[in-house]
């Protein structure tokens, strides 16, 4: 991720939930120092002008207590409209308000995302042993199971479905949001549905250029785009 701030500067920047893990510092805490490199340089661009806001998501919802508190120069929000360039209207938000296990079933969630993370661990294995062999591109294991079982694909439709229904509520033109870790951006009932996926494992992210135009862009291992974006964006989330 800082690779990827580094190369991209923006008027506004979106942190649409789950930056901290609490549920994970739960169960044992780990805080390194490309952690902390990330946390300083978002401090950083806020101090320098940038527009940061930061949505909190179910991995830190604690801060939602702090919500319309500005710490930093980095505001605390439960949701916002943001209007693009292009006139467009969206709505930001993390997205947890659409999954029922998360918030009817918080055990069953919290035994999900430790099954995930476990996923990541041996993809950074498989990852490893494919660089080695020179395989080229990036396999997600995490990607390939959630792919394969067929629930995990429903969940994903009933999600974006609820997303989109939101968004037409409140008279707009789309939503930006995270959650599932599944980025994407595509047409629905004449809205946009964006989400913009995770920097666990696919290390994605959207970026607004200067005419309102979207874009889903990959980061790291799977993705050699570094000299082929601008550098310069309208927002970044």
């Given amino acids: 991720m800082v690779d990827f701030l580094r190369e991209h500067s ?69 949701e916002y409209v943001h209007e693009l360039a292009d006139g467009r209207q969206f709505i930001l938000m993390h997205g947890d308000e659409f999954d029922q296990v998360t918030k009817h079933h918080r055990w069953v969630a919290v035994l999900g995302d430790m099954a995930y993370n476990e996923l990541v661990r041996i993809n950074s294995w498989i990852s490893w042993w494919r660089r080695f062999l020179g395989i080229p591109g990036y396999w997600s294991l995490a990607g390939y199971a959630k792919g394969r079982v067929k629930k995990a694909l429903q969940f994903i439709f009933e999600f974006e479905e609820a997303a989109i229904h939101y968004a ?29 996926g995770d920097w666990v494992d696919s290390c994605t992210a959207i970026v607004e250029h200067f005419d309102g135009r979207l874009e889903l862009v990959h980061w790291g291992p799977q993705s050699n785009r570094k000299k082929e974006l601008q550098k310069e964006n309208e927002c970044v989330y």
């Fill in 10 to 78: 923006a008027e506004n920047l979106f942190l649409i939930g789950d930056i901290l893990d609490f549920w994970a510092m739960n169960r044992s805490i780990h805080w390194s120092r490309a952690q902390n490199t990330v946390i300083q340089k978002v401090l950083r661009r806020g101090r320098h002008g940038e527009c940061v806001r930061f949505i909190p998501g179910n991995h830190d919802e604690a801060l939602r207590e702090y919500v319309g508190v500005v710490f930093g120069d980095i505001e605390v929000v439960s």
């Fill in 168 to 196: 037409r509520q409140k008279g707009l033109h789309g939503i930006i949001c995270g959650h599932i870790h599944s980025a994407s951006i595509r047409d629905v009932d004449g809205l946009v549905y964006v989400n913009c």
